[in-house]
T-cell receptor
Framework: GAVVSQHPSRVICKSGTSVKIECRSL??????MFWYRQFPKQSLMLMAT?????????EQGVEKDKFLINHASLTLSTLTVTSAHPEDSSFYIC????????????FGPGTRLTVT | LAKTTQPISMDSYEGQEVNITCSHN???????ITWYQQFPSQGPRFIIQ???TKVTNEVASLFIPADRKSSTLSLPRVSLSDTAVYYC????????????FGTGTQLKVEL
């Protein structure tokens, strides 16, 4: 089946710095990708919809200036956590729907962010 | 987006059949029902999807009654490796619309 990758798989950064997470659809094109955040023992929370060639759409309560999303190509979306703080430590997951398989959504393996 | 209700947790033993029911009373005409499985520190994995009646694949079956206000994921002969969180999602997937996750069901399989 289709594959979505994320890089890095885990990252540790210092408070105040920025970190970029990449999400790639490896064998299909995705005009839309989604970013989720998941805290321990909780469900996935949708953060934003990444749209190729246009601005991302953020869910209510998600700071667009803090979580910068860029969807520069049909296979790549990036999430940049700017001025990271310890409370941003979480598991970040992206997904992409594949239009060739009835829009089945494929999820990446996730990125564990730890802010110290 | 239709709200879903699932049991928080379920326990089972190896070799048994497990049925997880999801309620979605306000499901819309264009909504599909999709189930995902998630292991700790991994992204969710697609299990099965359906619109009505019964759908079966190599790992599970999905039963949807005529009124579509609920659905049941059936896992035949579970093993320890099926211990995971199972999410029921309801939404119009056409065009790659966003999916909203509910609380999920933590399934624990023991020997």
């Amino acid at each position: 089946g289709a594959v979505v990758s994320q890089h890095p798989s885990r990252v540790i950064c210092k408070s105040g710095t920025s970190v970029k997470i990449e999400c790639r659809s490896l064998d299909f094109q995705a005009t839309t990708m989604f970013w989720y955040r998941q805290f321990p023992k909780q469900s996935l929370m949708l953060m934003a919809t990444s749209n190729e060639g246009s601005k991302a759409t953020y869910e209510q309560g998600v700071e667009k200036d803090k979580f910068l999303i860029n969807h520069a190509s049909l296979t790549l979306s990036t999430l940049t956590v700017t001025s990271a703080h310890p409370e941003d430590s979480s598991f970040y997951i992206c997904s992409a729907p594949d239009s060739t398989t009835n829009y089945e959504q494929y999820f990446g393996p996730g990125t564990r962010l730890t802010v110290t | 987006l239709a709200k879903t209700t699932q049991p928080i947790s379920m326990d089972s033993y190896e070799g048994q059949e497990v049925n997880i029911t999801c309620s979605h009373n306000n499901i819309a005409t264009n909504d599909y029902i999709t189930w995902y499985q998630q292991f700790p520190s991994q992204g969710p994995r697609f299990i099965i999807q359906g619109y009505k009646t019964k759908v079966t694949n190599e790992v599970a079956s999905l039963f949807i009654p005529a009124d579509r206000k609920s659905s049941t994921l059936s896992l035949p002969r579970v093993s320890l490796s099926d211990t995971a969180v199972y999410y029921c999602l309801v939404g119009d997937i056409r065009g790659g619309n966003k999916l909203t996750f509910g609380t999920g069901t933590q399934l624990k399989v023991e020997l």
